[in-house]
Every structure is written in C-alpha cells, then in structure tokens.
C-alpha cells in the first residue's frame, strides 16, 4: 500500500465488515487535513438501503440530518461513485466548496457535520485516519420517524406500504401518481402517454396509466401531492 504525503492511505480495497474499526467516542473527528473514505458495505442493511441523492433521503432523512450532513453524505457518494475503492478526502476544501467556512476546530461546522454521519450510524471510522460511508442509506428507524412532522409520517408511513408490493405494484401506482398529476396540470392523455415512456414507464403501463388518470375526479390533495412526482427530470428512481 503506497502512502500519501500526508500519511494517509491510498486507494485500497473495499474493506469488509471485518476491516472496519468499531466506533469509538469523537471518531468522527479527526486532526489530519485529509480524509480516508472508503465504502461501507453491509450486507444485512443494503438491500433495504435507497440511494443517498435519493427522494426518500432528501424528504425524510434530512429533516433529522441537517441540511449540511445531507449535503456532505452527498457529496461524499459522488466521490465513491466515481472512485469504488476509496479516495482521499482534503477536508477544508470539502469544507469550502459545502459553504462551511475554513475553521477545522473541534466545534467548526464541517466537523459537526462529520460527527452527525457517524452519530446517525450512515459511517463509521475505518481504520486511524478513514472514514467507511454507506452508499446505501437505510430506512428511518423508528425513533426518528417519530419525530417527523405529522404530513411527513404519514407519507412515510405510505412509502412503507409500498415496499411490500410486488415491484410491478409499486411501478403501476408510481406511474398512476405521476400521470394524475400531469392531467391535472392540463396535460392530454397522448402527451402524458409519451412523457412516461421518456421516463423509462415501459409502453404498455404508460397507455394504461394515461387512460386511467384522463377519468378521474381528482380532488385538490391528490392533485398537489400528485404534482411533486412530475418535478424531477426521471420520476422512475
């Protein structure tokens, strides 16, 4: 294993669970000017995980993360997408380019945010001077759903209903939510036809969720939440 100048590691291999050192009290704190992070892989808890950029992590995790730890797990999968193994993570850069400031103290911003990744059990100190991260994020536990606001449990709780579907259930009610809310933004049923085939709905599920949304009567709720799906650029995530 080659060394960088600053002591830290280069890139390694994807460690198992057995490589990653148990936390330990301010872990998450760490006096060198870099980073080693690597990927947490966790067999039991991946499957049931959803990606960190994902809906789920932005509408429920984010709320009990902050917005600085949720914008640092990001930025921190981006890393590991782009580099499987591991990377080097220069902290005040990090720091910077995340709108935290320069400070690298103990009670400095980005280190708080460090702290909350490890605190909230989304990473875990691998090694001296490392840090594994999960890239797949799982779901609420319990004692923070309780904590969300009451629109945002009983959402939750819906999503959680969805996960027990067969997978072409949940893909057929995704598909229904976006287009009623095409249709009720005045879309016709061939232009709602074709914007779910463009956002990978195969044909046939498209055709019948267009026919179906042109012959409801939406009340106002079911038009507002429906609306939220069609804002992203690929609703099918």
Known sequence: MSTSTTG?????????????????????VHPEAKLRVV???DPVADPLGVHPCSRYVEQYWLGILGPSTTWLLRRLSYGL?????????DLADTAHALGLGDRMGKNSP????????TKFE????????????????????LRHVQRLAPSLRESHQEW?????????????????????????????????ERRLCRWQFHPALAFESAQWA???????TATARAASYTDSKSPNQ
């Open 110 to 117: 980005f280190r708080r945010a460090l702290h909350r990744l």
């Open 214 to 220: 042109m012959h409801q009567d939406l009340p106002p």
């Open 160 to 192: 959680q209903a969805n996960q027990r579907l067969a997978p072409f259930e949940q893909m057929r009610r995704r598909a229904r939510r976006i287009a009623i809310g095409l249709a009720a933004s005045g879309h016709g049923e061939a232009d709602i």
């Open 81 to 89: 997408e782009a580099h499987a193994e591991g990377f080097v993570l």
């Open 8 to 28: 830290i590691p280069s890139t390694t291999g994807i460690p198992s669970t057995t490589d990653i050192v148990p936390a330990r009290p301010r872990s998450a």
């Open 122 to 141: 989304l990473a875990r100190p691998y090694g001296p001077d490392g840090l594994a991260v999960r890239t797949r994020i799982p779901p609420l536990p």
């Open 39 to 41: 990927p947490w892989s």
